[in-house]
């Protein structure tokens, strides 16, 4: 067997396995959870533009001037 097959690594010297005993698990970025979740993305694309619309007619309604 090749050094490469002894320790667990491919070429560059990265790990090809799972994480084994002893090794911390790699913690995801925020950002990328957040991307990674199609239902959140849609909950955020919806209720977002809503939220918005919602302040911009609010704004505009009291613009309006009282009628006299």
């Excluded at 790990?15 to 239902?39: C, H, W, Y």
Aim: glycine letters at 14%; proline letters at 7%; hydrophobic letters at 45%.
């Amino acid at each position: 067997m090749s050094e490469a097959e002894t320790t667990g690594q491919g070429s560059g010297g990265q790990e090809t396995g799972a994480a084994g005993p002893g090794k911390e698990s790699v913690r995801i970025p925020f950002m990328q959870r957040l991307l990674d979740n199609p239902f959140l993305l849609l909950f955020i694309g919806v209720v977002i533009p809503t939220v918005f619309y919602l302040i911009w007619g609010i704004l505009e309604m009291a613009q309006i001037p009282v009628a006299s």
